[in-house]
């Protein structure tokens, strides 16, 4: 079976994934959410002219002389509406925040007054200019401007930007909900003792973690045996509740491998000897039109398999812009040799990758590079993609994907 390019990989998969229906949505319940549609403010922000500071609001060209003494007319506190005017010789005391008096066109800071005894008057020490220490109406935000694209992922900031101008609800593309099932006979969950020939389920919380912070929902559908009618019957459940479907297991050349034979029987299904290592076997299929991931088994192969073909496609149709699909790639000096075999494929060597002094990415091995070896891909923070050949030594540039952050 000839080997994929992993291009050719994850452009079918990702053409045969949809973005899900935009609907609505609370502020509370954005975040992180992307937007189908623009949002315009209908209001300015600030919506009027006021104090950026604490101190005296006068008539910029009352202070020409400094120091002037100025009558205290009024105090304005935040949150009133402007009661007194500054006229000639005037000034009113004003809190950050308040609105600018009728009259005034400038605040002179706190620090450069003092007032009077009683507080009747204040002597200003400084000269300003008008406009000084004051916010004007709208020069954040006028009505009609766009306050957040369609496509922007939403931040605590844009969230806040759009409280600002009083919009409660965006129209954001929904999490894909995706159910994850382990497939395996070998395969068992939580901390009793583990009979000949058991291991411990650990692709399942990997997977559901991984797509949590992929932006998706995850819902864990436990695990099920190596039984063509039950994995069967599994899908047809998953598809039913889910928008898509990751599965581990079952999809080499094993006898027991059922989930590309299941997958086949289902639908319309490609499996895939993808040019990479680990993560070589992939299936992918949909049954009925919900997507179905068949990574395989081996703990580390899942995570890679999962980071370049199905993560990918899970973003797209959770609403994300093309440039957030994959992990972001940072150029980087390998700072020991990492060594491979040509074999026609290319090689995600698990590194750890961090900042020196020189403000350059700088990576090594994160340990074992085996498919089983998950300590290391747990301690590896990012992955370097080498390309057939020998791999590289110390000192040379690579390219690597950065696998923590969105
Ligand atoms: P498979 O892809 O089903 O041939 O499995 C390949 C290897 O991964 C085998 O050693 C399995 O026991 C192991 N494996 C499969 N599923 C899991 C899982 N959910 N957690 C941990 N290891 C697994
Ligand atoms: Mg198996």
Not at 386 to 402: I, K
């Amino acid at each position: 079976m000839p080997l994929v390019p992993l291009e050719e990989a994850r452009a079918y998969v990702l053409d045969a994934c949809r973005s899900l229906r935009p609907g609505p949505a609370s502020l509370a319940d954005a975040l992180g959410r992307v937007t189908a549609l623009p949002v315009v403010s209908g209001e300015a922000v600030p919506p009027f002219d006021n104090s950026a500071m604490d101190g005296f609001a006068v008539r910029a060209a009352d202070t020409a002389g400094a120091p002037v003494s100025l009558a205290v007319v009024a105090t304005a506190a935040a949150g009133q509406a402007p009661a007194v005017g500054v006229g000639p010789g005037q000034a009113v005391r004003i809190m950050t925040g308040a609105p600018l008096p009728p009259g005034a066109d400038a605040v002179v800071m706190v620090e450069r007054t003092v007032p009077s005894q009683g507080g009747a008057s204040v002597e200003v020490q400084i000269s300003v200019t008008p406009g000084t220490a004051c916010r004007r109406a709208g020069d954040d935000l006028s009505p009609g401007d766009v306050v957040a694209d369609a496509g922007v992922v939403l931040s605590p900031g844009h969230l806040g930007v759009l409280a600002s101008v009083g919009v409660t609800e965006v129209t954001v593309f929904p999490p894909a909900r995706v159910g994850v099932l382990s497939t395996g006979d070998e395969l068992v969950s939580g901390s009793g003792p583990l009979q000949p020939g058991q291991i411990r389920d650990s692709n399942r919380p990997t997977l559901c973690a991984l797509l949590v912070q992929a932006g998706c929902e995850a819902v864990d559908l436990g695990t099920v045996a190596d039984d063509g009618p039950a994995i069967s019957e599994a899908f047809r459940a998953a598809a039913e509740c889910c928008d898509a479907v990751v599965t581990s297991g079952g999809v080499s050349m094993g006898d027991f491998d059922l989930v590309k034979v299941v997958l086949d029987r289902l639908g319309e299904m490609r499996w895939m000897q993808v040019a990479i290592k680990p993560a070589k076997p992939f299936a992918f299929g949909l049954v009925g039109t919900t997507p179905v991931f068949g990574l395989p088994g081996n703990p580390v192969s899942s995570m890679v398999s999962f980071e370049l073909l199905a993560r990918p496609a899970l973003r797209k149709m959770t609403g994300f812009p093309p440039s957030a699909w994959a992990r972001p790639a940072v150029a980087a000096v390998a700072d020991e040799d990492l060594r491979r075999r040509p074999d026609g494929k290319t090689h995600f060597v698990r590194v750890v990758a961090t900042v020196g002094h020189d403000g350059r990415y700088h990576v090594r091995s994160a340990g074992g590079q085996g498919s089983h070896h998950l300590s290391a891909m747990a301690a590896a923070n990012a992955l370097a993609p080498l390309d057939d050949g020998e791999g590289v030594e110390a000192g040379a540039a690579v390219s690597v994907l950065l696998l923590d952050g969105p």
